[in-house]
Protein backbone atom coordinates (compact mmCIF):
# COMPACT_ATOMS: atom_id res chain seq x y z
CA UNK A 1 0.00 0.00 0.00
CA UNK A 2 1.19 3.76 -1.16
CA UNK A 3 0.99 6.01 1.84
CA UNK A 4 0.16 8.99 -0.34
CA UNK A 5 -1.63 8.18 -3.91
CA UNK A 6 -1.64 10.92 -6.37
CA UNK A 7 -4.63 11.27 -9.43
CA UNK A 8 -4.27 13.28 -11.96
CA UNK A 9 -6.43 13.64 -14.78
CA UNK A 10 -3.06 13.56 -17.47
CA UNK A 11 0.42 12.25 -17.73
CA UNK A 12 2.46 15.17 -17.30
CA UNK A 13 0.32 17.00 -14.22
CA UNK A 14 0.68 13.21 -12.95
CA UNK A 15 4.56 13.67 -12.82
CA UNK A 16 5.30 17.38 -11.92
CA UNK A 17 3.03 16.52 -8.64
CA UNK A 18 4.93 13.47 -7.76
CA UNK A 19 8.79 14.39 -8.45
CA UNK A 20 9.27 16.81 -5.54
CA UNK A 21 8.62 13.69 -3.38
CA UNK A 22 11.20 12.02 -5.52
CA UNK A 23 13.51 14.44 -4.92
CA UNK A 24 13.01 14.10 -1.59
CA UNK A 25 14.00 10.89 -1.52
CA UNK A 26 10.59 8.70 -1.07
CA UNK A 27 10.34 5.91 -3.66
CA UNK A 28 8.27 7.52 -6.40
CA UNK A 29 6.75 5.95 -9.38
CA UNK A 30 4.28 7.17 -12.29
CA UNK A 31 2.16 4.05 -12.79
CA UNK A 32 1.25 2.96 -16.60
CA UNK A 33 -0.36 -0.34 -16.33
CA UNK A 34 -3.36 -0.49 -14.10
CA UNK A 35 -3.66 -3.78 -11.71
CA UNK A 36 0.02 -3.61 -11.75
CA UNK A 37 1.49 -1.04 -9.42
CA UNK A 38 4.96 -1.23 -8.30
CA UNK A 39 5.76 -0.90 -4.77
CA UNK A 40 6.24 3.28 -3.15
CA UNK A 41 5.91 5.30 -1.03
CA UNK A 42 4.32 7.39 -3.52
CA UNK A 43 2.39 6.36 -6.45
CA UNK A 44 0.88 8.58 -8.98
CA UNK A 45 -1.20 7.16 -11.50
CA UNK A 46 -2.90 9.10 -14.80
CA UNK A 47 -6.78 8.85 -15.71
CA UNK A 48 -6.46 10.50 -19.60
CA UNK A 49 -9.33 12.09 -18.20
CA UNK A 50 -9.24 16.07 -19.11
CA UNK A 51 -10.92 16.21 -22.54
CA UNK A 52 -13.60 14.15 -21.42
CA UNK A 53 -17.13 15.02 -20.87
CA UNK A 54 -17.88 15.79 -17.25
CA UNK A 55 -19.63 12.32 -16.78
CA UNK A 56 -17.39 10.59 -18.69
CA UNK A 57 -14.34 12.40 -16.65
CA UNK A 58 -16.09 11.36 -13.41
CA UNK A 59 -16.42 8.05 -14.39
CA UNK A 60 -13.21 7.05 -15.42
CA UNK A 61 -11.94 8.75 -12.06
CA UNK A 62 -14.11 6.50 -9.88
CA UNK A 63 -12.89 3.64 -10.89
CA UNK A 64 -9.22 4.61 -11.39
CA UNK A 65 -9.29 5.52 -7.28
CA UNK A 66 -11.32 2.63 -6.18
CA UNK A 67 -7.56 0.61 -5.85
CA UNK A 68 -6.16 3.60 -4.21
CA UNK A 69 -9.20 4.04 -0.95
CA UNK A 70 -6.32 2.27 1.11
CA UNK A 71 -3.83 4.98 1.14
CA UNK A 72 -2.96 6.81 4.01
CA UNK A 73 -3.27 10.51 1.95
CA UNK A 74 -4.74 10.82 -1.39
CA UNK A 75 -3.58 13.72 -3.58
CA UNK A 76 -6.26 14.99 -6.36
CA UNK A 77 -4.11 17.26 -8.69
CA UNK A 78 -5.98 19.46 -10.64
CA UNK A 79 -4.67 21.71 -13.37
CA UNK A 80 -2.74 24.89 -12.22
CA UNK A 81 -5.12 26.68 -15.40
CA UNK A 82 -8.09 24.57 -14.25
CA UNK A 83 -8.49 22.66 -17.51
CA UNK A 84 -10.30 19.94 -17.83
CA UNK A 85 -13.14 18.32 -15.48
CA UNK A 86 -11.45 19.05 -11.90
CA UNK A 87 -15.16 19.71 -10.45
CA UNK A 88 -16.49 16.54 -11.58
CA UNK A 89 -13.48 14.32 -10.87
CA UNK A 90 -12.81 15.83 -7.57
CA UNK A 91 -16.65 15.13 -6.48
CA UNK A 92 -15.71 11.53 -7.67
CA UNK A 93 -12.98 11.18 -5.60
CA UNK A 94 -14.81 12.28 -2.67
CA UNK A 95 -17.51 9.66 -3.44
CA UNK A 96 -15.04 6.67 -3.61
CA UNK A 97 -13.31 8.00 -0.34
CA UNK A 98 -16.49 8.48 1.45
CA UNK A 99 -15.18 12.17 2.68
CA UNK A 100 -17.68 15.34 2.48
CA UNK A 101 -14.66 17.40 2.96
CA UNK A 102 -11.55 18.49 1.23
CA UNK A 103 -9.07 21.68 0.25
CA UNK A 104 -8.53 22.83 -2.78
CA UNK A 105 -5.39 24.75 -3.62
CA UNK A 106 -4.39 25.52 -6.83
CA UNK A 107 -2.03 27.80 -7.12
CA UNK A 108 1.27 27.05 -8.56
CA UNK A 109 3.49 30.26 -7.70
CA UNK A 110 6.87 29.39 -9.48
CA UNK A 111 5.37 29.14 -12.72
CA UNK A 112 3.24 32.74 -12.26
CA UNK A 113 -0.16 30.91 -10.58
CA UNK A 114 -1.64 32.13 -8.60
CA UNK A 115 -5.42 32.34 -6.61
CA UNK A 116 -6.65 35.73 -5.28
CA UNK A 117 -10.17 36.21 -4.36
CA UNK A 118 -10.82 32.84 -5.67
CA UNK A 119 -9.87 33.88 -9.16
CA UNK A 120 -7.25 31.99 -11.06
CA UNK A 121 -4.26 34.52 -12.37
CA UNK A 122 -1.32 33.56 -14.86
CA UNK A 123 1.75 35.96 -14.61
CA UNK A 124 -1.00 38.50 -12.70
CA UNK A 125 -3.67 38.27 -15.84
CA UNK A 126 -7.06 36.16 -15.21
CA UNK A 127 -7.40 33.11 -17.01
CA UNK A 128 -9.64 34.77 -20.05
CA UNK A 129 -6.94 37.02 -20.69
CA UNK A 130 -4.36 34.61 -21.48
CA UNK A 131 -4.03 31.38 -23.94
CA UNK A 132 -5.62 29.21 -21.46
CA UNK A 133 -8.87 31.11 -22.62
CA UNK A 134 -9.32 28.61 -25.37
CA UNK A 135 -10.30 25.82 -22.80
CA UNK A 136 -10.82 27.65 -19.77
CA UNK A 137 -13.77 30.77 -20.41
CA UNK A 138 -13.58 32.05 -16.62
CA UNK A 139 -11.26 32.79 -13.55
CA UNK A 140 -13.41 31.86 -10.82
CA UNK A 141 -12.03 28.86 -9.58
CA UNK A 142 -15.72 28.12 -7.58
CA UNK A 143 -17.99 28.71 -10.76
CA UNK A 144 -15.43 25.92 -12.81
CA UNK A 145 -15.42 23.43 -9.87
CA UNK A 146 -19.40 23.65 -9.79
CA UNK A 147 -19.62 22.46 -13.56
CA UNK A 148 -18.97 19.05 -12.00
CA UNK A 149 -18.95 18.99 -8.22
CA UNK A 150 -22.17 18.35 -5.98
CA UNK A 151 -20.88 20.18 -2.79
CA UNK A 152 -21.36 23.26 -1.25
CA UNK A 153 -18.06 25.81 -2.17
CA UNK A 154 -16.26 28.11 0.30
CA UNK A 155 -13.84 30.88 -0.13
CA UNK A 156 -11.12 30.66 2.32
CA UNK A 157 -8.97 34.17 1.49
CA UNK A 158 -5.96 35.35 1.56
CA UNK A 159 -6.07 37.40 4.87
CA UNK A 160 -7.47 34.38 6.14
CA UNK A 161 -4.37 32.42 5.47
CA UNK A 162 -2.17 35.11 5.77
CA UNK A 163 -3.07 34.49 9.65
CA UNK A 164 -1.56 31.35 10.13
CA UNK A 165 -2.68 27.53 10.44
CA UNK A 166 -4.49 27.84 13.83
CA UNK A 167 -7.13 30.35 11.85
CA UNK A 168 -7.15 28.29 8.18
CA UNK A 169 -8.21 25.11 10.61
CA UNK A 170 -10.74 27.47 11.96
CA UNK A 171 -11.95 28.06 8.82
CA UNK A 172 -12.43 24.90 7.40
CA UNK A 173 -14.28 23.19 9.95
CA UNK A 174 -16.79 22.14 8.40
CA UNK A 175 -18.08 19.93 5.52
CA UNK A 176 -18.19 20.87 1.81
CA UNK A 177 -14.95 22.06 -0.81
CA UNK A 178 -12.62 24.86 0.33
CA UNK A 179 -11.17 26.73 -2.41
CA UNK A 180 -7.80 28.52 -1.17
CA UNK A 181 -6.17 31.47 -1.93
CA UNK A 182 -2.50 31.39 -2.03
CA UNK A 183 0.27 33.79 -3.40
CA UNK A 184 3.35 32.22 -2.22
CA UNK A 185 4.80 29.04 -1.46
CA UNK A 186 4.67 30.17 2.08
CA UNK A 187 1.17 30.34 1.55
CA UNK A 188 0.72 26.93 0.22
CA UNK A 189 2.88 25.78 3.03
CA UNK A 190 0.52 27.32 6.01
CA UNK A 191 -2.51 25.63 3.70
CA UNK A 192 -0.55 22.21 3.65
CA UNK A 193 0.02 22.27 7.64
CA UNK A 194 -3.45 23.51 8.47
CA UNK A 195 -4.83 20.42 6.13
CA UNK A 196 -2.39 17.50 7.83
CA UNK A 197 -3.60 19.02 11.45
CA UNK A 198 -6.89 18.99 10.53
CA UNK A 199 -6.40 15.41 9.77
CA UNK A 200 -7.92 15.88 6.06
CA UNK A 201 -7.29 12.67 4.59
CA UNK A 202 -7.78 14.28 0.79
CA UNK A 203 -5.85 17.59 -0.90
CA UNK A 204 -6.67 18.60 -4.11
CA UNK A 205 -4.53 21.03 -5.96
CA UNK A 206 -1.94 21.61 -8.65
CA UNK A 207 2.11 20.47 -7.55
CA UNK A 208 2.36 23.70 -6.20
CA UNK A 209 0.34 22.37 -3.05
CA UNK A 210 2.51 19.19 -3.81
CA UNK A 211 5.48 20.68 -3.27
CA UNK A 212 4.35 22.24 -0.32
CA UNK A 213 2.99 18.85 1.25
CA UNK A 214 6.35 17.32 0.84
CA UNK A 215 7.86 18.10 3.93
CA UNK A 216 4.63 18.23 5.76
CA UNK A 217 2.68 14.76 5.51
CA UNK A 218 3.94 12.57 8.09
CA UNK A 219 5.60 9.83 5.47
CA UNK A 220 7.92 7.48 5.81
CA UNK A 221 11.02 6.69 3.31
CA UNK A 222 11.38 2.76 2.30
CA UNK A 223 14.08 1.44 -0.09
CA UNK A 224 13.37 1.92 -3.58
CA UNK A 225 15.48 -0.32 -6.23
CA UNK A 226 18.50 1.24 -6.98
CA UNK A 227 18.63 3.21 -10.80
CA UNK A 228 21.58 2.09 -12.53
CA UNK A 229 23.89 4.72 -13.55
CA UNK A 230 22.58 5.76 -17.47
CA UNK A 231 25.21 7.73 -19.18
CA UNK A 232 23.38 8.94 -22.10
CA UNK A 233 26.13 8.32 -25.03
CA UNK A 234 23.38 8.65 -27.89
CA UNK A 235 21.62 12.14 -28.81
CA UNK A 236 18.49 13.03 -27.18
CA UNK A 237 15.11 13.24 -28.71
CA UNK A 238 12.41 15.89 -27.69
CA UNK A 239 8.96 15.27 -28.80
CA UNK A 240 7.59 18.77 -28.36
CA UNK A 241 3.28 18.06 -29.03
CA UNK A 242 2.31 21.03 -27.14
CA UNK A 243 1.24 24.09 -29.01
CA UNK A 244 1.48 26.74 -26.38
CA UNK A 245 3.54 29.65 -27.35
CA UNK A 246 5.96 28.85 -24.94
CA UNK A 247 6.94 25.51 -25.87
CA UNK A 248 7.60 27.28 -29.48
CA UNK A 249 9.95 29.49 -28.01
CA UNK A 250 11.02 26.66 -26.15
CA UNK A 251 11.83 24.22 -29.09
CA UNK A 252 13.38 27.62 -30.98
CA UNK A 253 15.95 27.88 -27.98
CA UNK A 254 16.81 24.37 -28.12
CA UNK A 255 17.84 24.53 -32.09
CA UNK A 256 19.34 27.48 -31.52
CA UNK A 257 21.66 26.12 -28.76
CA UNK A 258 22.52 22.79 -31.78
CA UNK A 259 19.03 20.74 -32.15
CA UNK A 260 17.96 19.90 -35.13
CA UNK A 261 14.43 20.72 -36.23
CA UNK A 262 12.10 18.29 -37.40
CA UNK A 263 8.77 20.49 -37.85
CA UNK A 264 5.63 17.78 -40.15
CA UNK A 265 3.22 19.19 -41.72
CA UNK A 266 -0.47 18.76 -40.77
CA UNK A 267 -1.09 15.80 -42.84
CA UNK A 268 1.72 13.48 -41.36
CA UNK A 269 -1.13 12.44 -38.98
CA UNK A 270 -3.32 10.98 -42.22
CA UNK A 271 -0.79 9.94 -44.74
CA UNK A 272 1.19 7.03 -43.46
CA UNK A 273 3.51 7.96 -46.73
CA UNK A 274 4.42 11.18 -44.98
CA UNK A 275 4.38 9.84 -41.69
CA UNK A 276 7.02 7.73 -43.04
CA UNK A 277 9.33 10.35 -44.25
CA UNK A 278 9.44 11.91 -40.94
CA UNK A 279 10.44 8.40 -39.41
CA UNK A 280 13.41 8.80 -41.76
CA UNK A 281 14.16 12.30 -41.28
CA UNK A 282 14.17 11.97 -37.76
CA UNK A 283 16.57 8.66 -38.05
CA UNK A 284 18.24 10.18 -40.48
CA UNK A 285 19.28 12.91 -37.88
CA UNK A 286 19.76 11.33 -34.56
CA UNK A 287 22.04 9.10 -36.86
CA UNK A 288 24.06 12.03 -37.39
CA UNK A 289 24.62 12.23 -33.26
CA UNK A 290 22.44 15.70 -33.17
CA UNK A 291 19.69 15.97 -30.42
CA UNK A 292 16.48 16.31 -32.29
CA UNK A 293 13.32 17.78 -32.00
CA UNK A 294 10.42 16.42 -33.52
CA UNK A 295 7.74 19.79 -32.88
CA UNK A 296 4.19 19.94 -34.13
CA UNK A 297 4.42 23.20 -31.69
CA UNK A 298 4.05 25.17 -34.65
CA UNK A 299 2.19 23.43 -36.84
CA UNK A 300 -1.61 24.34 -38.21
CA UNK A 301 -4.17 22.59 -36.30
CA UNK A 302 -4.77 18.70 -37.83
CA UNK A 303 -8.03 18.06 -39.38
CA UNK A 304 -7.88 14.84 -37.43
CA UNK A 305 -7.48 16.34 -34.08
CA UNK A 306 -5.25 16.33 -31.64
CA UNK A 307 -5.46 12.88 -30.30
CA UNK A 308 -4.75 11.87 -34.07
CA UNK A 309 -1.83 14.02 -33.67
CA UNK A 310 -0.27 12.38 -30.40
CA UNK A 311 -1.26 9.19 -32.12
CA UNK A 312 1.34 9.84 -35.04
CA UNK A 313 3.98 11.49 -33.05
CA UNK A 314 3.72 8.09 -30.49
CA UNK A 315 4.28 6.01 -33.74
CA UNK A 316 7.14 7.90 -35.00
CA UNK A 317 8.67 7.76 -31.92
CA UNK A 318 7.62 3.94 -31.54
CA UNK A 319 9.47 3.09 -35.30
CA UNK A 320 12.84 4.35 -33.79
CA UNK A 321 12.60 3.04 -30.51
CA UNK A 322 16.25 1.50 -29.80
CA UNK A 323 18.29 2.08 -26.96
CA UNK A 324 21.22 2.51 -29.89
CA UNK A 325 19.73 4.87 -31.61
CA UNK A 326 17.92 7.16 -28.80
CA UNK A 327 19.76 8.33 -25.54
CA UNK A 328 17.12 9.97 -23.68
CA UNK A 329 13.48 11.57 -24.27
CA UNK A 330 12.12 14.76 -23.38
CA UNK A 331 7.92 14.77 -23.92
CA UNK A 332 5.94 18.07 -23.56
CA UNK A 333 2.34 17.33 -23.18
CA UNK A 334 0.65 15.60 -21.42
CA UNK A 335 -1.39 13.69 -24.18
CA UNK A 336 1.43 13.18 -26.44
CA UNK A 337 3.72 11.84 -23.62
CA UNK A 338 1.08 9.10 -22.43
CA UNK A 339 0.55 8.39 -25.94
CA UNK A 340 4.50 7.71 -26.38
CA UNK A 341 4.87 5.74 -23.37
CA UNK A 342 1.90 3.75 -24.36
CA UNK A 343 3.37 2.79 -27.80
CA UNK A 344 6.37 2.22 -26.01
CA UNK A 345 4.98 -0.36 -23.39
CA UNK A 346 6.88 0.99 -20.64
CA UNK A 347 4.75 -0.16 -17.14
CA UNK A 348 6.16 2.87 -15.16
CA UNK A 349 8.00 5.80 -14.58
CA UNK A 350 10.61 5.57 -11.64
CA UNK A 351 10.57 9.62 -10.83
CA UNK A 352 13.77 10.46 -9.91
CA UNK A 353 13.67 14.78 -9.12
CA UNK A 354 13.13 17.50 -10.98
CA UNK A 355 15.41 19.52 -13.21
CA UNK A 356 13.69 22.53 -11.78
CA UNK A 357 10.24 23.56 -10.14
CA UNK A 358 7.22 21.69 -12.11
CA UNK A 359 9.86 19.50 -14.70
CA UNK A 360 10.68 16.34 -13.37
CA UNK A 361 12.80 13.77 -14.88
CA UNK A 362 12.49 9.96 -14.08
CA UNK A 363 14.11 6.58 -15.87
CA UNK A 364 11.54 4.05 -18.49
CA UNK A 365 10.58 1.14 -16.78
CA UNK A 366 9.84 -2.03 -18.84
CA UNK A 367 8.84 -1.83 -22.70
CA UNK A 368 10.71 -0.87 -25.95
CA UNK A 369 13.23 1.78 -24.19
CA UNK A 370 13.56 0.03 -20.81
CA UNK A 371 16.25 2.62 -18.89
CA UNK A 372 16.71 4.94 -20.22
CA UNK A 373 15.85 8.64 -18.76
CA UNK A 374 12.33 10.50 -19.29
CA UNK A 375 11.66 14.02 -18.79
CA UNK A 376 8.49 15.31 -19.15
CA UNK A 377 6.95 18.84 -18.70
CA UNK A 378 3.42 20.46 -19.33
CA UNK A 379 3.45 22.33 -22.31
CA UNK A 380 2.91 26.24 -20.65
CA UNK A 381 5.59 25.26 -17.95
CA UNK A 382 9.36 26.33 -17.85
CA UNK A 383 11.15 29.39 -19.08
CA UNK A 384 12.92 29.82 -22.84
CA UNK A 385 15.57 27.88 -22.50
CA UNK A 386 14.05 24.99 -20.43
CA UNK A 387 14.78 22.47 -23.41
CA UNK A 388 18.08 23.09 -23.95
CA UNK A 389 18.82 22.80 -20.30
CA UNK A 390 17.03 19.47 -20.16
CA UNK A 391 19.40 18.52 -23.09
CA UNK A 392 22.52 19.76 -21.49
CA UNK A 393 20.90 17.88 -17.63
CA UNK A 394 20.84 14.49 -19.53
CA UNK A 395 23.78 14.35 -21.39
CA UNK A 396 27.02 15.11 -18.80
CA UNK A 397 29.04 13.12 -20.93
CA UNK A 398 28.76 14.42 -24.35
CA UNK A 399 28.92 17.54 -23.51
CA UNK A 400 32.29 17.36 -21.82
Known amino acids: MSQLAIIADDLTGAADAAAP ?24 IST ?37 QPGAELDAVMDVLG ?34 ACEVSTSDVALVLYRGLHRVVHLLDLATVRRGVDAVCTAINGLGVYVADAETDDDLITLARAAVHSRLHLLCGSAGLSRALVNTLPL ?13 VRPVLIVAGSRHPRTLRQVYAACDDGAALISPDADFAADNRVLDHVVRMTADSLAGGRHTVLSTAAMAPSPLGGEAVAAALAQVVRCLASPDRIGALILTGGDVAAAILSALEATALHLQGELESGIPW ?33 TPVLNR
Open 21 to 44: FAQAGFCTYLNLTPGMSPPADVLA
Open 48 to 84: ESRYLAPAAARGRVYQAVAPFSDATWVFKKIDSTLRG
Open 220 to 232: TRTPCPPVPAHHV
Open 99 to 132: VRQALVAPAFPDQGRTTVGGQQRVNGLPLEKTPF
Open 362 to 394: GVLVGGLLAGIPVVTKAGGFGDDDTLAEAVAFL
